[in-house]
């Protein structure tokens, strides 16, 4: 990752850099003076943003909740179209945000962190919770809605795994996916 040009690192890129960092090193492969090392900064500019290596794994467990999971479904659920498009725009930003990318990383965490835990759970449940509505606002009942919007999340945390992203017809198996879903 390189530091971005014509513009300081941000709270942000800390936060995206520890988030990779976490998926390919795991929560013990993260150390200030490494993700300093890979935005080509000093750790100096850590401190200017984070108290101490805790604060920015806290706070990059809140990024995972807030940026790649609440506003994710509140521009799904402010999404003005047909409850058939709401899930495939949400489908669409889940994937063209990679915002799923970091949940196997943060599950491998919550297993080991009691606290990471109940953080993870609860976002999972959200997110559940979530599809089951967009679901229910296409009409299906609500136990049928709670299977496909279960389907839904575990298809997406799935395909972040496969970079689906690089395949040119992302956005048609998306489709496809959806009408499977919906059907």
Known sequence: MEKPVGRQLG???????????????????????????????????????????????????????????????????????????????LMTEVVRNDAAAPDHAISVWARRDPDVNEIYQRTLERRFDFASWTFEQVGFNHADAALRGRMLVAYLMGESSTNLKARRDWEALLKQQLDILLA
């Open 11 to 89: 709270r942000d890129d800390w936060l995206l850099a520890t988030l990779s960092a976490l998926q390919s090193k795991g929560v013990e492969g993260i150390k200030i003076v490494g993700l300093a090392k890979e935005l080509g900064v000093t750790s100096g500019s850590f401190y200017w943003h984070f108290k101490d290596l805790n604060d920015l794994l806290t706070s990059s467990l809140e990024f995972w909740v807030v940026e790649l999971t609440e506003k994710i479904m509140l521009n799904a659920k402010t999404f003005e179209g047909t409850a058939e498009g709401r899930i495939l725009n």
